[in-house]
């Protein structure tokens, strides 16, 4: 998985709680996403990072933020849980440069609002 | 009409099949495409990437892009088991960093051995 880890990898919570999913990589590149993935939705960006401090709202941003204070780690909160973030969350990150760039994906966390 | 549109499948081929997964798209900006392909319950990997027009070869599978068809395919040759999974193509208009990448909903297959 390109050296990319998330944290936890399931978890169960309840509707209104706070909860952090924390995407760790080891490969020093620059650009970190994070993706949700539903069935009869595929994969669709949340929020991405470009560096330290610096982020961006994704296609479904709404209920979520991000943070990012050091180049390997990028935190994806939802503020107060709802069951229609019951989803698997995937982490990617890409190099932001050269001919082949592309995005390497984490092994995901599945989340589950009760 | 959907940026990307891509047949969920489910596929079914016998072992040894030529198989082939699509993609269409509305985009004429996109330039950069890949295939990715998910094993069950874990994260999506890079299969293919390939720019502009043209044809890619990895082994025993084939990347084709038709930008006038706005249309992109991946070939796998004497498909095994271990090929089964969900496949999803995406595309970009350049490459890498900022530019989003815009997913298929991906095409399922299960190769019977």
């Known amino acids: 998985d390109a050296g990319i880890t998330q944290s936890p990898r399931h978890k169960v919570t309840e509707t209104g709680t706070p909860v952090t999913l924390r995407c760790h990589q080891t490969?020093?590149?620059?650009?970190m996403y994070w993706y949700r993935q539903d069935p009869g939705h595929g994969l669709r960006l949340i929020h991405y990072?470009?560096?330290?401090?610096?982020?961006d709202k994704g296609e479904v941003s709404d209920g979520y933020s991000v943070s990012r204070s050091k180049t390997e780690d990028f935190l994806l909160t939802l503020e107060s849980a709802t069951s229609s973030q019951t989803s698997v969350y995937f982490c990617?990150?890409?190099?932001?440069?050269?001919?082949?760039?592309?995005?390497?994906f984490g092994p995901g966390t599945r989340l589950t609002v009760l | 009409q959907k940026e990307v549109e891509q047949d969920p499948g489910p596929l079914s081929v016998p072992e040894g099949a030529i198989v082939s997964l699509n993609c269409t798209y509305s985009?004429?900006?996109?330039?950069?495409f890949m295939w990715y392909r998910q094993y069950s319950r874990k994260g999506p990997e890079l299969l293919m990437y390939?720019?502009?027009?043209g044809n890619k070869e990895d082994g025993r599978f084939t990347a084709q892009v038709d930008k006038s068809s706005k249309y992109i395919s991946l070939f796998i040759r004497d498909s095994q088991p271990s090929d089964s999974a969900t496949y999803l193509c995406?595309?970009?208009?350049?490459?890498?960093?900022?530019?989003?990448?815009?997913f298929g909903k991906g095409t399922k297959l299960t190769v019977n051995p």
């Open positions: 990617a990150i890409s190099e932001g440069r050269g001919s082949t760039d592309t995005q390497y």
């Open positions: 490969e020093n590149h620059r650009y």
């Open positions: 990072s470009y560096g330290v401090k610096d982020t």
């Open positions: 985009n004429s900006a996109f330039q950069y």
């Open positions: 390939t720019y502009s027009s």
């Open positions: 995406a595309m970009s208009p350049s490459q890498g960093g900022s530019e989003k990448l815009v």
